[in-house]
C-alpha cells in the first residue's frame, strides 16, 4: 500500500472511524478441509450443511462489486473444495473483484496452475508452516509439505509469477525464517508471514506453538531488516513497542477495515474471532453485507476509540495499541488487557492468575473438527475448556 | 503528519495529457479515496478529496494543469499535487495518454 499525500489528517483515524466498505475482506466459503492442521483458525473438517449456496455466493458478489470492495481473501477450510469454486472465481473477476484464495495447493493441477498463470485477476497463496517437512507436517499433516511444494513447482513451472506463501510463525518455525525467504525466492514468490492467534483449535495449540519473548524479538529482528519485500498483514503490531515501528498499519484493523464473512454468511470482526460474541450479523439478512458493514451494532462499537485500559500507564501503548483483541480474548483476557504476547511481560501475571483457575477462557462456539480424525503433531490438547 | 516535500525533485510534465490507468478504479471515501489497481493489485491512498477529484476528471482535461485549476488547485497548492501526481505515475496509477 501507498499514500499519495496532499492534506495532513492522519489515515490511521479515518480508520479507527471505519470506511465504506472494508480494505481487507476474508471470505471462508467452505469449513470442509482435507487437512486438519493443529492451529486451524476456523476449526474446519467438516461442511456445513448451511453453507452459502452458489447463487447466494453470486449476490454477496454483486454487492461486493457495488460496494466497490476491489479484492477479496478466499480460505476456508479449502476452499477448492467447493464444487463451483471456480465458478465463483470467474463470477467475481468478472464484476471487478479480484480474488486471492489461500490453499494447502492439494488440487493445483498442472492445468489449473496454467489457468492461474493466465489471469493478471487471481492470486494465489500457498500455506505452509514449516521450511522442512518434519516441522511443517507435525502441525499441517503428514504429507502436506511436500503436496504444498509440488503445487509451488507446478506454479512456478506455469509462469505465475510472485503467487504468495503464507506461513504462520509458531514456537517451531520461527527459526526458519531465512529458509522460508529462500524458498519464495526460489519460485520467484512472495513470503507473507502471519502471527499465530489462540483462535479456533489454535486455543489447543497456543501453549505449545506461541513463539517465545526471545524468538519475538529475533522475528521483530527479522522484519525490520525485511520487512519491505516481505508480507504480514500487519499483524504483528503488538512487536512495533520494541522498537521502531514495523511497516504497515499499526493498528486493530478488526470491524473497520477488516472483517471475515463465514461460509454459512455469518459475518464477524475479523478472521481470528469466529465466536457469538464477534458476530455483527449475516448476510442473509435484510440489507444483506452492506446492512450489517455499514450499520450493526457491533461494528459501530468497535469503530469507538480504543481504552488503553490496564495499558494505559505503558509508554509504548502508542506503539502496540495494546495488541490484537482475538488474541487476548480466547486466552481469558480482557479486551483492554495487554496482548498476551505483550513483549513487556504485561500480561504474564493476569495469564498466570487465569491458569490457577481465575477466569473462564472462551471456547469457540463455532467448530466443524472432524471427530476422530488424529491431531497430526505430538501437541497435547488442553483439558475440555468451558 | 505534513508531508515533507523536496521542491528540487523532478515531478511529472503537468502540461502534458495524463489519465487514470483503465485498470484503475477509485472508492470514495472520507478522507479522499482509495485507488486500486487491478494490474498490479496495488493499493493508495489519496488523502484529500481534491486529490481524489483530479483523478477522477484527470481524463477529461487536456493537460494535468488543467485538470488541476478545474478542480480549484490555487498555484500555491500546485507544487504539493503535482508531487502526489508524481508519486501517482511512478506507481502506474495515472500513465501518459489522452482519457477522452
Redesign the interface.
Known sequence: ???????????VE?FE?G???P?CLTWELTYACNLACVHCLSSSGRRDPRELTTAECKAVIDELRRM?V??VNIGGGEPTVRRDFWELVDYATAN?V?VKFSTNGSRITPQIARRLAAS??V?VQISIDGATADVNDAVRGPGSYATALRAMERLAEAGFRGFKISVVVTRRNAGQLDDFKALADRFDAQLRVTRLRPSGRGADSWEELHPTARQQRDVYAWLLEHGEEVLTGDSFFHLSALGDPLPGLNLCGAGRVVCLIDPVGDVYACPFVIHDEFLAGNVRDPGGFTEVWRSSDLFASLREPDSPGACASCGSYDACQGGCMASKFFVGLELDDPDPECVKGAAEPLLAAIAAGGATVPASTVDHSRPGVPVPSPVRLRPTRR | MPPVVDLDAPVLDLDREWRLDPRVALRPEAFGALAYHYGTRRLSFLKSRLLADILATLGDHPTARDACAAAGVTAGELPRYARALTTLADTGMIVEGAGR
Open positions: 500500500m501507498s499514500a499519495a499525500t496532499a492534506t495532513a489528517r492522519p489515515l479515518h472511524a470506511l465504506q466498505a480494505i466497490q476491489f479484492y471487478d479480484g493478471d485477476y492470486d
